[in-house]
C-alpha cells in the first residue's frame, strides 16, 4: 500500500477515468505506478502523454528506451521500474535474463545495435555527469544518425524516469506485475 491514498480505477470519475481508460486500454491493466498520479489527475494526464509520445517516438525503439529506463531505475534503487523494464526486455525484446544482467553490470555489455548502445551510453553520461558533454559526443551521435531531438528525447526519458523512480520510492508504491 502506498503512502498517500489512491484512487481506483473503479471509483475514478471525470479526467482520471478517462485518463485511466487509455491506461487499460493499452496495458490491459492501471499498474500501480500510474495509480499513485490519481492523486493529481492532470499531472497524471501530463504525465500519460508523456508515455504516449515516447511509445510513439519513431526512432528510439522499444528495446532502447527499456533499457535507458532500466539503468536509470538501477542507479536510482527503484525496484519496480528496475522488475518491469527488465520483464520487457525479456518478454517483448527478445533479450535473456543473462544479457539484461550484463546490461546493469556494464552497460557498455548491452545486446542493442553499436548505434543504439551510443546514445544509450550518452545518455547515461548525462544522467551521471551531464557537465561533461560536450560538443564531440554529439557529433559522435550525428555521424551515427541520430538528430538532435533523438538526443533530447532520449535524455529526456532519462530525466522523467529518474523522476517517476523518485515518487515510487517516495511514496512506496507496490509491485503489481
Not at 528495446?63 to 520483464?87: E, G, H, K, M, P
Not at 545486446?111 to 554529439?138: G, I, W
Request: proline fraction near 5%.
Amino acid at each position: 500500500m502506498s503512502l498517500i491514498q489512491i484512487t481506483p480505477p473503479e471509483q475514478a470519475e471525470g479526467q482520471l477515468a478517462e485518463t485511466y481508460r487509455e491506461i487499460q486500454d493499452l496495458f490491459g491493466m492501471v499498474p500501480n505506478a500510474m495509480q499513485i498520479g490519481s492523486a493529481s489527475p492532470e499531472l497524471l494526464d501530463s504525465r500519460w502523454q508523456a508515455t504516449r509520445y515516447f511509445r510513439s517516438q519513431p526512432n528510439l525503439g522499444r528495446a532502447l528506451q527499456a533499457t535507458i529506463r532500466l539503468l536509470v531505475s538501477d542507479a536510482n534503487d527503484c525496484a519496480y521500474c528496475v522488475d518491469f523494464n527488465a520483464a520487457m526486455l525479456i518478454n517483448t525484446c527478445d533479450q535473456t535474463p543473462e544479457q539484461v544482467a550484463a546490461t546493469r553490470q556494464d552497460p557498455s555489455q548491452t545486446p542493442l545495435s553499436a548505434k543504439d548502445k551510443a546514445l544509450l551510453l550518452f545518455t547515461l553520461k548525462s544522467l551521471h555527469t551531464p557537465a561533461e558533454v560536450n560538443a564531440e559526443d554529439v557529433a559522435a551521435l550525428h555521424a551515427l544518425g541520430w538528430t538532435d531531438r533523438d538526443m533530447l528525447d532520449a535524455v529526456t526519458l532519462a530525466a522523467y524516469n529518474r523522476a517517476v523512480d523518485m515518487i515510487l520510492n517516495t511514496f512506496k508504491v507496490e509491485r503489481d506485475f
